[in-house]
């Protein structure tokens, strides 16, 4: 049984070179969108904007500037996290979505139907559909290539090494020796994701931050979309019982107020 | 600011929103008939029957737009049966949607039993007007329970919309065969407790949605938008208080808008405002609003 696999990014040394963002589309064949007509973002040198289901990988530029001389950029190549307890595997009705024997989250196109619950589910906003294929759609950390023992096609061209692929125990003990590094460099730098106690068990895909998550488009706190089942289901069925009992109460007074008026007719199965 | 604003939206639109009012309003009918069927007169038949065609064409039109609304809506089958290893059956006790599948499935089949092929009266057709019963309102209800279990805003902040829904979907279910009524045949004693348990599941329905709104805690700012006054004055206003208003005291003449189609319109509303309030919720402009 393989171990589980997964990526550590460094968000300190990605340059925005958007190379892992190219290698994704080209490697996984992705389509263009709009025809190939480029669409500039119009507030940010990042025109991609956003993970989707024809952008799996994503580049995410954060602009800090409180003036012109003054400020500072953070970069991040976004991706899916593959959680360990991952939002999207749960709810999916059609079982198109499966773990791996390499602990990664993979969504099956021919079995997907497009339902879009997993889009719903995922705490980061990573997954969404794919027009061309009409399915949902989002990172499978190369499971093909994975398969023949290559690394996935956006750590191979990252140029700075920002992303690492590896197995996530290795990953998890190069991550802490960059931060303890960083930190003596007087950065303030930590782990998100990396904590196979912490939410949603850990995340596979796990990275190196220097700021608050939400700087990043990161939930501080991700959660399983299953936390609300068992209080919405208790109070749904608590509603349908009070309603049934108005319309219990409902028919008893009409009973009696027949009673009063004169005798009560038989009831429907009696006539 | 919630985590649910770091997500992205489903694009569960028009489709959808149809699905979830008629899904509602069948399930709520077929459950008044079942009470009735149970524990009705012989005078609550006219009503009894149009409860369990409109049961009956919901579930039809509910699965219809169920299917058109998927990205491969002929993979429809998939949420239904394991589609690498036929014939095994594809549930998940724990997923409201693929539970939500079955149920109307099987709400569906009871109610063309319950419609067209049983007997009226009979034992076979009560049981069977229990089982519908209940799963009617299953799935008038667990569309809410269905939104509640996402990381989205708003669905996922609160764990009331399946309550609320379910509570819609009584009083629109209601307000339709009450105006059904009166062309089918159906007695003035039934007619009337129609209207009485529809003024009394409106009452509930606002104070569910009162419960709901708070307990949005921070969030309930999301509703200082187009949402909100839509939610105040279609869905609040025009949907629920009106229609109460008149029930109490009932209108001279027949002239004005019936009070049962404003809650209907209500019920459509609650629906809309619901679903786009959340998807029109940008992932990008929150987190920019963050950097910023």
Known sequence: MPEPMGFFTDTTICIGCKACEVACKNWNQLPAENGGVTEMSGDSYDNTRRLDGTHWRHVKFIEQFKGPYDGRWLMMSDVCKHCVQAGCLEVCPTGAIIRTEFDTVVIQSDVCNGCRACIAACPFGVIDMNPVAGTAQKCTLCYDRMGVGLEPACAKACPTDSIQFGTVVELRGRAQKRVQQLKTQGVDAWLYGDDPNGPLGGLNSFYLLVDKPEVYGLPAHPQLPSRNLKRSGTFSTASAAVLGLLALVGLRKRRMDTIEGGSPPAAPGQN | ?292
């Not at chain 2, 059904?180 to 949605?209: I, M, N, Q």
């Not at chain 2, 999301?222 to 025009?238: D, K, M, R, T």
């Not at chain 2, 002239?255 to 309030?277: D, E, H, Q």
């Open chain 2, 1 to 292: 600011m919630s985590d649910t604003f770091f997500t992205a939206a489903p694009h569960w639109r028009w489709l959808i929103i149809l699905y979830f009012f008629v899904g509602g309003l069948a399930g709520g009918a077929y459950f008044l008939g079942a009470v009735l069927e149970w524990f009705g007169r012989p005078d609550d038949r006219p009503v009894i029957r149009t409860a369990y065609r409109v049961g009956l064409w919901g579930a039809v039109v509910s699965g219809l737009l169920l299917t058109l609304d998927l990205g491969r809506p002929l993979r429809f089958w998939h949420m239904l049966f394991q589609s690498a290893n036929l014939p095994h059956v594809m549930f998940k006790a724990w997923s409201p949607i693929s539970f939500g599948a079955w149920a109307l499935l099987l709400f569906g089949g009871c109610a063309i039993l319950s419609a067209r092929l049983l007997r009226e009266g009979t034992a076979l057709a009560k049981l069977v007007a229990a089982v519908g019963g209940l799963l009617g309102f299953f799935v008038a209800g667990y569309t809410g329970v269905l939104l509640s279990v996402t990381n989205r805003p708003i669905w996922a902040d609160s764990p009331w919309l399946g309550a609320l829904f379910l509570a819609s979907g009584a009083s629109t279910a209601a307000a339709w065969l009450g105006l059904l009524g009166p062309k089918r045949g159906a007695a003035e004693s039934s007619l009337r407790w129609l209207s009485t348990f529809d003024a009394r599941v409106l009452v509930v329905e606002l104070l569910l949605l009162i419960v709901f709104v708070a307990s949005l805690g921070t969030l309930a700012r999301v509703w200082v938008s187009v949402w909100g006054a839509l939610l105040l004055v279609g869905v609040v206003g025009f949907g629920i208080v009106w229609p109460l208003v008149r029930h109490a005291r009932p209108a001279t003449g027949s002239a004005g808008l019936n009070p049962a189609v404003a809650v209907l319109i209500g019920g459509f509303l609650l629906r809309v405002v619901m679903l786009l309030a959340s998807e029109g919720i940008e992932l990008r402009r929150g987190v920019a609003g963050l950097v910023r």
